[in-house]
């Protein structure tokens, strides 16, 4: 049984001394914070989902904490930060309570200035029917890298399962390094300065940069949620080759007017033509709006329309649809009911 774990030596502590591996582990600079003098803290980013909380496999009241080294920030907002380490534990969770509580699964550094100073990786316990706890040891310096939720009876509903536990991990890196981040908000709660460059785990790893006053990722792509914010951020200094993001739609400005171009392959079983004379058929392609240009050209699996189909021509479009006419005039018998693959590249 253990609702505790001691970590490797702490560094940076009065009075204690750390062997060549510890040294190994720990001396190494973290930035992010809100101040030259302060750390972000965070668990350091490896293989392996370092630090990351879960349930047991077959639930019980405990919870698995992975193997990890993090920054600790001070509670000084000079006294820069400590580095711990630990290897995987497995830590008891309380019995239940009359109301529901939440415990937090936390890495500290208790700091005396003396050799009885010590880290831990354990379980802060909350307070039936309350919120979050919060740490209230003396020299205290802390983090919280998950929450548990415990359930009234949960020894009898399922224990600690999958469902209760949050991850609560942050990521501490070199100073200058993309900080990783798990979401938009947590992007948008950093400390932020000019080049700040983030990787959105949320995203695949996509790397953003605070410009000073929009995130932008890509060859320097301002990111923008609508066109109005757009807008906004070029007023006073748009010019033609200008570029944004917007949505799915990367835009470009003409000189004149916002342009994208989007294309596409659509796939339209065709019914039976209403003349044979360069019958028209109408499709809708899907772009919401009215295209400037379009192009569409046919393509079919039978050799034989293949090889009586070729460009199509574009007699109308609108919002919605393409109004289609074939060059041919002696093809309907075999376009009734056959596969036609349209492909469109329009500007908008």
């Known amino acids: 049984m253990a609702s505790e774990m001691a970590t490797r030596s702490p560094s940076f502590v009065d009075g204690k001394s750390q062997n060549a591996q510890e040294l190994r582990l720990h001396v190494l600079s973290s930035g992010g914070g809100a101040t030259p003098l302060a750390s972000r803290g965070g668990v350091r980013p490896s293989g392996g989902n370092p630090g990351l909380v879960a349930a047991l496999a077959t639930p019980v009241m405990k919870v698995r904490v992975n193997a990890g080294i993090a920054d600790i920030p001070s509670t000084s907002v000079s006294g820069g930060f400590y580095r711990v380490s630990w290897d995987q534990v497995d830590l008891d969770i309380d019995a239940s309570s009359a109301q529901a509580r939440t415990d937090l699964v936390i890495v500290e550094v208790i700091d005396t200035g003396t050799a009885a100073a010590t880290g831990k990786v354990r379980i802060l316990k909350g307070t039936p029917g309350a919120g979050r706890p919060t740490n209230a040891l003396a020299n205290a310096h802390w983090m919280s890298i998950a929450a548990t939720a415990v359930r009234v009876a949960a020894e009898s509903s399922g224990n600690i399962r999958a469902q209760d536990v949050t991850p609560e991990l942050k990521y501490a890196v070199a100073p200058g390094a993309p900080v990783p981040v798990s979401s938009k908000a947590e992007r948008d709660a950093l400390d932020k300065y000019l080049g700040l460059s983030v990787k959105r785990l949320d995203l695949g790893g996509l790397v953003q940069r605070w410009t000073g006053t929009v995130w932008a990722e890509g060859s320097d792509v301002p990111v923008f949620a609508s066109n109005a914010a757009r807008d906004t951020y070029y007023t006073g200094n748009l010019h033609a080759g200008a570029k944004a993001l917007v949505g799915d739609n990367e835009q470009y400005y003409s000189g004149s007017k916002w342009k994208y171009e989007t294309t596409g392959r659509v796939l339209y079983t065709v019914g039976a033509p209403t003349t044979d004379a360069g019958g028209a058929y109408t499709f809708p392609h899907g772009l919401g709006v009215t295209p400037s240009s379009i192009q569409v050209t046919t393509t079919q699996q039978a050799s034989d329309l293949l090889q009586r189909i070729g ?38």
């Open 311 to 348: 460009v199509v021509k574009v007699l109308n479009y609108d919002a919605a649809n393409i109004v289609v006419g074939l060059i041919r005039t002696d093809t309907s018998a075999y376009l009734t009911n056959s596969l036609l693959s349209l492909d469109w590249t329009a500007t908008a």
